[in-house]
């Protein structure tokens, strides 16, 4: 007996060994059992899925010799006939080699004989959108109302191309790809069968370039079959397919986590050597950095969205820890452009090497991701030293008694310094700031002046002429003088009313409220002028030149 292809040895025969796609098998025993079975049928999908397996599946359960059923028997004449693809009453059309209109209009005339030894006569046409558009309109008529013998089957990956009246008239199914995990199920289930030796992480590979179809997954294996007479190893997967293998990957992302820019080329030559496509490689790296993004952004179980292979999950979640978002986002940026520049590129080794520095090198990569992670870096730095310097100061004040003034001047430097969280002082600190109350608003006040100088100077400059006057609960009351209504009602603006209290929030280290009013003429109050007068006197030139900045407006003279 002649060698038969393992895929089609073990094409699934009922509907209980399809894989993957239960939710059409479900749809499609169902209306079997009401006998509410339709006369034209639609399954769509990649190539590998199952599309013509389920057509011819469904063909037996509809003329099995037993009678319509959701589990044909496989031994009666009909569905043995079927399943070898000899059946007279089973006609498979290829429409990528019948295409044209003279084929359909064949198909028309035979449409309307009585099927010979089945129940009923039935077309599974493939790849149906290869017909053309002449094709389409001489099957039209037939697939609206055809004989009541004939049910039409047809398969197709790119249901876009076909024409909108042709749609209309059938049930349309969309097969899903098959995942990783049921894929190796499957070829676990075929290499006990046929005594072949192979390890998981060979298999876990194959199900990963597969991209969801079980098809070329088990030719795959059939292939390594005939590649090696030992155990098939990741590593014979990765040399057969011209891939990267999971470890490899593995260890070239731990190189970039530490900067090893001499054991990326060297690892790199060596896998040029082996003949492996170095695009593919890049294209390997990139997926490889999507998973580890989805597993940064996804608190929960990510690996129905990122497969990885089993004795790898646990190194692989370590390893997404140790890089920071934005690095990996730089990181996919990097190889994602090297990918697309590599598909015109002369020397790809080189591209690849030069992408390789700049992945280790922070200071050489000048794309936008990669100087916005060198600004990050700095922050990082910066605030680590700004904490060091904090820190010191209150290691030295926890040696002595707090006075209430130098808590004041701790709380300042510490605000000052822009430093995020709790800072842990004495317990005596604590209590003196805990209380938020009018004196402490007062005594922040210099503060917020301070802080909203560097953020927005008009907003600075217009509050120079007010003064905080009341606290309830959240709500700080700001009054300003009679004759500084205009510079209330600018602050009053969204913009500035925003930055004034998103500040006191930081600087008081709670969520406040504001509200702006004006003190009245009879009440002696403060007087904000001192205050301004004592910080800074604003002339009325600058008073102008802010104007002129804030409205975008020119001086006419």
Same mark, same amino acid.
């Given at each position: ?364 990569? +000048? #794309? %936008? !991701?990669?100087? =916005?992670? *060198? ?11 700004? &904490? @060091? /310097? ?111 209290? +998103? #500040? %006191? !929030?930081?600087? =008081?280290? *709670? ?11 009879? &009440? @002696? /109050? ?32």
């Amino acid at each position: 007996m002649s060698y038969q292809a393992l895929y089609n040895k073990y094409r699934p025969q009922t509907f209980e060994e399809v894989v993957g796609q239960k939710h059409i098998i479900k749809t499609l025993k169902n209306a079997i059992s009401q006998d509410r079975v339709s006369h034209a049928y639609l399954f769509c999908g990649p190539h590998g899925i199952g599309k013509t397996t389920i057509a011819r599946v469904l063909a037996k359960a509809l003329d099995c010799k037993k009678g319509m059923t959701t589990n044909p028997c496989n031994k009666c004449n009909i569905c043995k006939s079927i399943s070898n693809g000899s059946c007279i009453d089973v006609i498979e059309i290829d429409a990528a080699s019948n295409r044209g209109i003279d084929e359909i209009r064949d198909l028309r005339e035979k449409v309307n004989y009585l099927p010979i030894q089945a129940r009923k006569k039935i077309y599974i046409i493939d790849e149906v959108h290869m017909l053309t558009t002449e094709a389409f309109n001489a099957l039209l008529k037939t697939l609206e109302e055809p004989p009541a013998h004939v049910i039409f089957m047809m398969a197709t990956t790119e249901p876009n191309k076909i024409l909108p009246t042709i749609l209309s008239r059938c049930q349309r199914f969309d097969l899903h790809l098959i995942s990783p995990e049921d894929i190796v199920k499957r070829l676990e289930y075929i290499a006990k069968k046929e005594k072949i030796e192979v390890l998981s992480s060979a298999l876990s590979l194959i199900a990963g370039h597969s991209k969801g179809s079980q098809r070329d997954a088990i030719g795959i294996l059939d292939q390594l079959h005939s590649f090696t007479d030992k155990k098939i190893t990741e590593e014979d997967v990765a040399s057969l397919l011209g891939v990267l293998d999971y470890k490899n990957l593995f260890k070239i992302i731990n190189l970039i986590i530490k900067s090893d820019t001499g054991g990326l080329i060297y690892l790199i030559d060596e896998l040029s050597q082996s003949g492996i496509d170095l695009r593919q490689l890049v294209g390997d790296i990139v997926e490889y950095l999507r998973g580890m993004l989805i597993t940064k952004n996804i608190k929960k179980s990510t690996m129905d969205l990122v497969y990885i292979p089993k004795d790898l999950k646990a190194a692989f979640t370590r390893q997404s820890k140790q890089l920071e978002l934005e690095e990996i986002q730089r990181l996919l940026d990097l190889f994602g452009q090297t990918y697309k520049d590599m598909r015109w590129a002369p020397d790809n080794k080189l591209l690849l090497e030069i992408s390789l520095i700049k992945a280790t090198r922070l200071s050489l990569d +000048d #794309t %936008l !991701s990669g100087l =916005l992670s *060198r600004v990050k870096e700095l922050e990082d730095h910066l605030e680590l030293k700004v &904490k @060091e /310097e904090v820190q010191e100061i209150f290691e030295e004040e926890e040696k002595e008694a707090l006075e209430p003034e130098r808590v004041e001047e701790i709380e300042y430097k510490s605000e000052k310094l822009e430093i995020k969280g709790e800072v842990k002082i004495g317990k005596k600190a604590k209590k003196k700031v805990a209380d938020f109350n009018f004196e402490l608003v007062q005594k922040m006040w210099p503060l917020v002046l301070d802080e909203l100088k560097e953020k927005s100077k008009p907003t600075h400059a217009f509050l120079l002429y007010a003064m905080p006057v009341k606290v309830t609960d959240n709500l700080i009351e700001i009054q300003f003088e009679p004759e500084a209504k205009f510079q209330m009602e600018i602050l009053e603006r969204e913009d500035h009313f925003k930055k004034i209290q +998103d #500040t %006191l !929030s930081k600087i =008081l280290g *709670r969520k406040v409220n504001i509200h702006l009013n004006i003190r009245e003429e009879e &009440k @002696e /109050e403060f007087t904000p002028k001192k205050k301004v007068a004592k910080k800074e006197k604003i002339s009325e030139n600058e008073v102008v030149e802010l104007l002129k900045a804030e409205f975008d407006a020119e001086s006419m003279d």
